[in-house]
């Protein structure tokens, strides 16, 4: 270390540099300042989204609580007040609803993610296009007909469902962990190695970071995709906001239809939302 | 087989599966502690190949290397990374780590304390000619190539490693930029002495940087190690003289150095004192045309010409041209040549620290130096020669 402080004084007292320029201005002016204040930058048109879209949500949220008001549940036909109870059939079919796109979700993570890391290095790459082509026909299968593949597997029930679902949203998050981690730049990857970092430590501290955001726009489609596809789950008695749709459908009653396409519409916009919010804040700095 | 190689490779070879010839064919190399060694070759040769085989980020399929006289050919290849640092041509910088993060990656790994790092990371800073205020906490995508090789380099040199791998470090960057960092490099290293291999594909940079360079034929065989100014003086075949290619004798003016230990020409001088007639004497007594006049103080004032002295009249510091030719002591014999070339004499004058004048170099004296350094090379290979 302190054979490093005589070259300090050297580099001081050596103000300019052989062409008696100033060190600190030898940078170019456009890498100067990277950052030029734009009115509206896209990373600032993004954050406008951010702000706007809670607005919308909560418009879409109000407008269907005066309708669901209006609708004057305590007089109107057993038709209408049944399915549309909410404390008996709407409040629990969204737990149940959640609950699924929850769970299904999470599995994918847990699965997709540690599979896209195995599928990127060296002595599983082979494997990848194979893997990658069978989680593409699971997306590829109808969802329905997945659901009674599973139904005739594994029997009724939320379980099933969820079973169902992962298949069907493993595509997005393995491919963009895949896509993410192969996008990180050789030569950082190189430089890391060539300081003594171990593979793990590659991966941990330079491969996932940077990958991130690649792979939180995968989980995001998943995500959605989860909570679009559990309407679904009622056909094998999976329970959700299926139930309230399907039963708006069966007795031709527009009202329960509207106000169970309508919470789902107000769920699924919400967990877009906070998706975005993730892809935004949990970015690492600098990239 | 010298002790005191700090890097030793014993017959080294890479050799890839499924390929005849080795990437690197049985190379024995030794760098003393201290010293640049530069690896140059045409594209293809194997010198990047041969830089990676010394940290192990290629593992050698044949052969020893040696640190320090320790065998470090299966050791813990990350441990042994850790002590050596390692400089690419495109940098890698951690983009999402600020500069300072960057700059601590080993010390973190090597598990300094914190306050440790920072000092350590704000000196590296410093060193490298960035303000620490400014850009420690500045992110890659900020800085401009120039910039992000400084920061490349004071990260090489975080946990202060002996030696340092530098594969063409500066190759991506503006040559005004480039010839900067060059310069301040060698600055840097004149006081830390690492001991550090250099590779680049450019000739002028191995010459600049090297204080030695190994020129590299295919298979990393080597073609021709020695110092910049005997391969310069004397490339022992027509692979190394087409490498160094034209103007090899120009460049070799470099290294030869204008000072008191080299007998410099006389020049007839006469001072504003003395008389027209006295001046053309000293001009015909040393068959010149031209004459240097002094000022009171000795210093290099005008060239004045013969028919000027002939035509009689008074010498002042008008008479003549102009001395636009001057070199100090201590100059290169490139220098010199240069000003050589605008002098009205064709001669360069050479003064001292005060400005007062010491001699003049001609061109029959480049001549002399340029012959004398290509016997001693030859003297020098002849003798090797005769020894093996």
Known sequence: MSQLTPAQARLGDHGTTTDGREPEGSLPPDLEAPHEPGWLTRARRKHLGLKTAPLGILGLAGLVFWYYQSLNLAESKVQIASPLAWGTKLWPQTVEHLTIAFWSTVLVVVVAIPLGIALTRPPLRRFGPTIVAVANSGQALPAYGLLIL????????????????????????????????????????????????TRWQVLTRIELPLAVPVILAGVRVAMILNIGMATLAYLIGGGGLGVTIAVGLKLQQDAVLVIGASIVAIVALTFDWLGALAETYLRPKGV | MSQDAKIRLDHVQKKYLGS????????????????????????????????????????????RIFLDEEDVTTVDPDHLRRRIGYVIQQIGLFPHQTIAQNIATV?????????????????????????????RGRYPSELSGGQAQ??????ALGADPEIMLMDEPFGAIDPITRDRLQNEFLRVQETLRKTIVFVTHDIDEAIKMGDRIAILGEQSH?????????????????????FIGSGSTLKGLHFEIVDDNVELDPYPTMTVDSTAAEGLALARAAHADWVLLLDASHRPLRWVPVDELEAGGPVTAESGTEVLAKVSLGATLFQALEQMLVSSAAVACVVREDGSYHGVVRLTYLNRVIRQARREAREHYERLEAMA
């Open chain 2, 20 to 63: 005849k010839a080795p990437a690197v064919d049985s190379l024995t190399l030794e760098v003393p502690e201290g010293e640049i060694l530069v690896l140059v070759g045409p594209s293809g040769c194997g010198k990047s190949t041969t830089l990676r085989l010394i940290n192990r980020m290629i593992e050698p399929t044949g052969g």
């Open chain 2, 107 to 135: 010390p973190k790994m090597l598990k300094w304390d914190k306050a440790r790092i920072a000092e350590r990371v704000d000196e590296l800073l410093s060193v490298v000619g960035l303000d620490p205020e400014v850009y």
């Open chain 2, 150 to 155: 400084r920061v490349g380099v004071a990260r």
């Open chain 1, 150 to 197: 599973f139904l005739s597997m594994l029997g009724q029930g939320l379980r099933t469902v969820v079973v169902a679902l992962v298949l069907y949203a493993l595509l997005p998050v393995l491919r963009n962990t895949m896509v993410g981690l192969d996008a990180v730049e050789r030569s950082v990857i190189e430089a890391g190695r060539g300081m003594g970092m």
């Open chain 2, 222 to 242: 080597i073609r021709q190690i020695d110092t910049p100014e005997r391969i310069l003086a004397f490339p022992v075949d027509d692979f190394v003289r087409d």
